[in-house]
């Protein structure tokens, strides 16, 4: 695990507004937190893609024995026998009979703490979207702080590196915000849906892998955000070159704390 390391040259910056100083305080406590939410993420991603390899990576189950094997199929006869029962099913409607044999062994591996393979991919991408919101969720900031009077320039610079360090960010956020469009292939201009016209081929909705996040964009392209720590160190470079472009008083401040 990695935790990336900021500092604030004192505990409050200087300025003679009390609003003016205790709102860009709060912009800036804002980018702060949001760059540990994405920090957080990326540990939580790391470590759910670290867990699915070695599960790849190990080695394949042995065959059941005769004897286990025997033991499986005794059960499943039981299971079967049971349902008939509790559900009044007719003996040969065999769908029915392995459809609720089906449930009630899932049930069972559930309850002695077995995962379904759905909600682990669920959430592995729960981490990836929260590491692209956290990311987004600074952009957004700095557009605010970019109306606090002296720091105008410094921010509106920061945002164009973003923008170069992450071209498909914005595009990436909007798309996942705007899924039930996406899926049936519409995008909405001024307020209307319009078809997206694709292209290319094998462009997909909401996918990661390789350290990415894919999806496809509005314009029909395949957009990305890598879920590295090459990403979150740039973005965390930016936030503490902002940091460093007010004044403070005050003692120094590290984080995390």
């Known amino acids: 695990m990695k935790y990336f390391e900021l500092e604030t040259k004192g505990m409050r910056i200087v300025g003679e507004d009390k609003n003016y100083t205790w709102e860009t305080s709060n912009l800036l406590h804002q980018l702060i937190s949001s760059f540990y939410e994405a920090n957080a993420a990326l540990i939580l991603y790391i470590k759910h893609d670290d867990a699915l390899f070695e599960e790849l990576s190990s080695p394949p189950p042995s065959p059941p024995t005769d004897e286990e094997w025997a033991e499986g199929v005794?059960?499943?006869?039981?299971l079967a026998s049971e349902v008939i029962e509790e559900f009044g099913i007719p003996p040969d409607d065999w769908n029915?009979?392995?459809?609720?044999v089906d449930?009630?062994?899932k049930r069972t591996?559930?309850?002695q703490g077995s995962v379904?393979?759905?909600i682990e991919s669920a959430e592995h991408q729960i981490y990836a979207k929260a590491f692209v919101y956290a990311f987004d969720t600074i952009v957004e900031t700095l557009k605010n702080l970019k109306e606090r009077e002296g720091v105008s320039e410094v921010v509106a610079k920061k945002i164009e590196e973003i923008k170069e360090a992450f071209p498909d960010l914005k595009d990436v956020r909007d798309t996942s915000h705007h899924l039930g469009d996406?899926?049936?292939g519409l995008k909405v201009v001024r307020g209307k849906k319009i078809p997206i016209n694709p292209e290319g081929q094998n462009i997909v909705l909401n996918n990661h892998g390789d350290g990415k996040f894919y999806t496809m964009k509005k314009d029909g392209t395949q957009g990305s955000i890598s879920i590295t720590y090459e990403s979150l160190e740039k973005m965390g470079q930016i936030i503490q070159d902002i940091l460093d472009s007010f004044q403070w008083q005050g003692h120094k401040e590290h984080l995390p704390f």
């Open 74 to 78: 005794k059960e499943r006869e039981r």
């Open 96 to 100: 029915e009979i392995y459809y609720q």
């Open 103 to 105: 449930l009630k062994s």
């Open 109 to 111: 591996k559930w309850l």
């Open 116 to 118: 379904p393979r759905q």
């Open 182 to 184: 996406r899926v049936v």
